[in-house]
């Protein structure tokens, strides 16, 4: 099955990498040959200058296209993905380096690869993000939202509510609250398992917890989730982080943390293989062989 | 919201426990004073003999009876709801001694507990059941399937797929495949998540692999699993067994797993609240208090 | 095999607990009636005034008695071991509550455990403290180092150098680096093994890795440890901090950790056992039983 | 500093190699240059005929050569090395493919690497085996004894002691024994540390333990440990397994493990680095980077 093509296209860079700008231009190049309409996200074109392509704030480009395409990596993607979720775009990562858990249209093949994309035949996800409030002011999440304690040496103290149940009370470094596109980031490195990115599930990982009975524990994805401050610890030695970035502090000692209402449309080469991603992400490269 | 009371109810009972006649006899004693249709599940019947209650098959008991009473803990409610998840009967679990994760109407204080519970007042979930299958034959699982190695002492190899798609393949000592209802069984000892209940997925968790990125994994509850054993692996090293008892060949090297098609009515007392049962069995009592 | 009587007893106790005075009063009592010297550490005299015993400073306290008595728990002990650590001063820790790793006489009963011990019937144990420096200052630790992030939410990196060999580049939240001691505590939480503190080893335990096949690594106790920051790393944004309360910033971005060339003099009623306590303190309470 | 000249030496390959044969054709013609005495082991002679160079016992070669060159990987010099542990005879490794822990010197570049080695420029470590004592049967081990379930899906239990003392009671599939060695094989797979081979230790490793505090443990290198299988597990439900290979029955329900009297000498090329062969095995092979 296949779906109707991309016409207006915005372009979104990474910031410092030093090949981007000889990726951009070609990719522009290549657009431009297809016919299609393209905008450069504003911030990009003040970073990379001369690429002769219309800026566009990125709220406006949200609005105008119908696909975005990320250059970098996830971390890039991530930051784009946050900024567009409230609109209907589709967002499409290429990456510079590495394959990406998101950005998986490798750079050196994208000719290639954008060329059926452009016309349709993609596969397409949805992926939700978190909403974290603390103290009415409101974030994104692709990944997680992340408590963790600042400032100060010692374990943290806080309460974990799911729709107004108490689930516990913990003394740890902070916990982590993941997104299934989140389980491959830092949630996997506190000990947290691997979630299929199609499960509507949220997953709750403690970081260097006290108790050592306490586990990473998956609650659904329409869950109200809160950690409340309290015991010994003074809100302003916690943070709560969404995606490694913007820091919050909890005044009022209270982090909610739901599913945010829109869902973002990733778009990926036809036949995508999550599955794959991980084998080569994560190394599981070793092949049947005869015992030594 | 309340339910209609139910007015058939059958008994099953644990063998082998001191204090089971004892509990049976209170529980008979009580459901004939509130004129409750009762029977016996026959094996039970014939391990207690003389309790003065009918004795049914447990097939007849499923067609007949609106309510199970499960007299034991976990696992003779496990071995209840393999045998009764074709049927819409309703399963309860009575624990003779400490809290069950799902057998939660605790025996001393059955009668004041049972009283609401008859009359409609409980709250109920739907638990979903795996379905393995290997060389033709199917067996059920509430808690997990698990194939491991048998009667050798090194490592299994076998590849894992996932609704056809290649997922890895792996060196280890074998793979638990668990429902949410399992996570707290076996899946936790080999480092698995919790799975809240509500959750349609189904947990793949590695036992002892040798590729150290290797992680449990978590996938949707439809998923088709299969693993097929390979390399220097012989079938009759590897057993599948379902929730810790029967034990399968895979002859032909391939077990398959998918959710079964009905679900089980599990039964609570009102307010029925997973997370401190929870906190319950995994000793998470720890409180606010200063630090040393 | 018996050791001499102590004579001469110096107090420290734990500061703002309710019960101390009461245990400090019937302490003394006892001491008073045994015939012993007593003295108290200055800073609980300063505290808990009108004890009615001459105060000393903890470091005429070194020279002058041959046994510290601890009251508090296994922090005041950890302190006290640190400011103690040049001498050869015996310890021993009294717990207000639970038993403790390090403080296992009960207050409750200490009036007969300390009898035999004060006539020189008692188990002895040498504990090792690590010594760490940065940028030419030096802290002692008991229990452990803990390198970490410090006013920032991503991973930092840095490197591992083990005798002037690169053991490993790491991004993670951090490195404990434990002494057997340490071992039940942060580095507990961390994911480390308990060590015997017989051993004379020390335990690197990273904290969140990002790499997964990174893991606890025991090497032997005369070990020169170096941390180098590195990568994207600045030296602002990670501490060294010791038992969790000396906090250190690296400005020059080498933290060094060797074992203290002064051991730790810790006393223990006859018959003391480690794993008694590890069962205690672990919850491995279960006995075996009947399965369900 | 330097060592003697090694004068004779006996060569054991791994059966069943496809590229052994040519391997030890070149390593025998390059002795034979260097003017060596040399044997080779006699199952070697036999599964790997017409190398020309006289055949004798492994127990004969033990005392007649001061060097065994295993040629294969770590399993195969796993084998020699507990067959040689009585003797002064000193250890080499020739690794036909990858890097090994043990088996260090690579078969593309063995001319270049053995000829300072055999003349005396080498690094020499003692490693020790472990020693396993069930029913009058001994058996070496050098990587590990592992107690494990045998013939059934659920738990075993038993209890650990260590010097007389009661460590604990355990339900699991079993329980790791790891020397240092024995701490990068099967010990990691089940969440032990990495243990540097200088430690005179010994690792006890739970596998998917049912009590979660239960943890990975050190003890001292000269501990006595003992394993009494109790509960419901008979004793025909457990094996202890020494290297993955020699499988013993435990009739009377009692597995003792301590260190064996005689060690390994262990030799590799100058400037030999454990952590470079960490980095290299566990594929810590990160290096600083740019962030995302």
């Not at 290429?94 to 950005?103: E, S, W």
């Not at 690869?113 to 596969?123: A, H, I, N, W």
């Amino acid at each position: 099955m296949s779906h109707p093509p991309f016409r207006s296209i915005g372009l979104i860079g990474k910031h410092g990498d030093p090949g981007i700008r000889h990726t951009l231009e070609r990719l522009i190049e290549f657009l431009r040959e297809l016919g299609r309409e393209i905008w450069l996200e504003e911030e990009t074109d003040r970073r990379i200058p001369g690429l002769g392509v219309a800026p566009l704030s990125i709220d406006k480009m949200a609005r105008r296209c119908d696909l975005a395409m990320v250059v970098g990596g996830d971390g890039t993607l991530l930051h784009a993905a946050a900024e567009l979720s409230d609109f209907d775009i589709a967002l499409l990562g290429i990456n510079l380096g590495r394959l990406g858990f998101l950005a998986d249209v490798p750079q050196r093949d994208m000719i290639n690869v954008l060329g059926p994309m452009l016309r349709g035949e993609y596969d397409e996800e949805r992926r939700f993000l978190l909403d974290c409030e603390v103290g009415g002011k409101r974030r994104k999440a692709f990944n997680d939202v992340v408590i963790h304690k600042w400032n100060i040496a010692r374990l943290i103290e806080f309460e974990t509510h799911v729709d107004g149940r108490f689930v516990n009370f913990q003394r740890s470094d902070g916990l982590i609250i993941s997104s299934p596109t989140g389980s491959t980031a830092y949630a996997l490195s506190g000990g947290g398992p691997l979630v299929h990115p199609d499960l509507d599930a949220i997953l709750l990982v403690p970081i260097c917890p006290h108790t050592l009975s306490n586990r990473p524990i998956m609650v659904g994805g329409d869950s109200a989730i809160e950690i409340r401050i309290c015991g010994n610890t003074r809100t302003d030695e916690v943070r709560a982080t969404c995606d490694g970035q913007g820091i919050l502090e909890p005044h009022d000692g209270v982090v909610r943390i739901t599913k945010y209402p829109h869902t973002i449309r990733l778009i990926h080469p036809k036949g995508h293989d999550y599955f794959y991603i991980l084998r080569n992400k994560l190394g599981w490269s070793e092949a049947p062989r005869h015992p030594d």
